[in-house]
């Protein structure tokens, strides 16, 4: 099968892997995005549970909200589409179901606007949303660095992975070894989740997670713990 093998393919994919990798300066370590609440609850207790809780996740949220809104996004900077831009972004605010996944978004995607902005690589102000999301910008960093749309969504689902296992690594615990464990797993998933996610419509979108938008609610009030979300 042919491949791209251009310099500008290899800029694309190490801008793709600068984007997604743990030491971007954004903070991402410090959201669980409810998960420590789960293991606090005893809803998540050992590996086996940890991948199916994942597995759901990812199949009922980011396969029908971050990773087709990266997709319409992504397509929407490409086209200096900024109504299409303030659309989807103002969508995805709305799915965020309590305070610490608001939170989230927008501190992280302030996060990347800054470091954006330092790198010289800020979309101007005509295009930018008021208030831009983490994904938003996740979308806007992917354009231009000239990262394909699939690999785009790819990407974001495996730090997606590596992050939710990383906080199982520090409060369930997880040994690294079960998480490596768990990545063979999971890898495939991955792909199956970004191929339902590049065919859903505008109607089949939004995430169905009432067990993680309880555990979110109730991590508000957790007494101990080590994430803001």
């Not at 179901?97 to 005509?126: H, M, N, Q, W």
Request: proline share 6%; charged share 20%; aromatic share 8%.
């Amino acid at each position: 099968m042919p491949t791209d093998t251009s310099p500008q393919s290899d800029l694309a994919l190490l801008g793709l892997m600068q984007l997604v990798s743990p030491a971007l300066p954004i903070g991402a370590f410090a959201w669980s995005q409810g998960l420590e609440s789960a293991f606090e609850l005893g809803w998540v207790n050992n590996e086996q549970e940890l991948g199916e809780w994942i597995e759901g996740v990812l199949e009922d949220g980011l396969s029908r909200c971050e990773l087709p809104l990266l997709n319409r996004l992504q397509t929407a900077w490409a086209e200096g589409d900024a109504y299409a831009v303030a659309h989807w972004n103002q969508w995805l605010h709305a799915t965020r179901e309590t305070a610490e996944l608001v939170d989230e978004d927008t501190r992280l995607g302030a996060a990347l606007l800054t470091l954006l902005k330092s790198l010289d690589l800020a979309p101007t102000s005509d295009l930018l949303p008021a208030t831009p999301g983490y994904v938003t910008l996740f979308a806007w960093a992917a354009h231009k660095r000239n990262v394909p749309v699939r690999q785009t969504l790819l990407g974001f689902a495996w730090a997606w992975l590596e992050n939710q296992l990383a906080v199982a690594c520090k409060a369930l615990p997880l040994g690294h070894t079960a998480a490596q464990r768990l990545t063979e797993r999971l890898r495939p998933q991955l792909v199956v989740a970004v191929d339902d996610a590049l065919t859903r419509t505008d109607e089949e979108l939004g995430p169905i997670l009432p067990g993680l938008a309880l555990v979110s609610a109730l991590h508000e009030t957790q007494y101990s713990r080590l994430f803001r979300s």
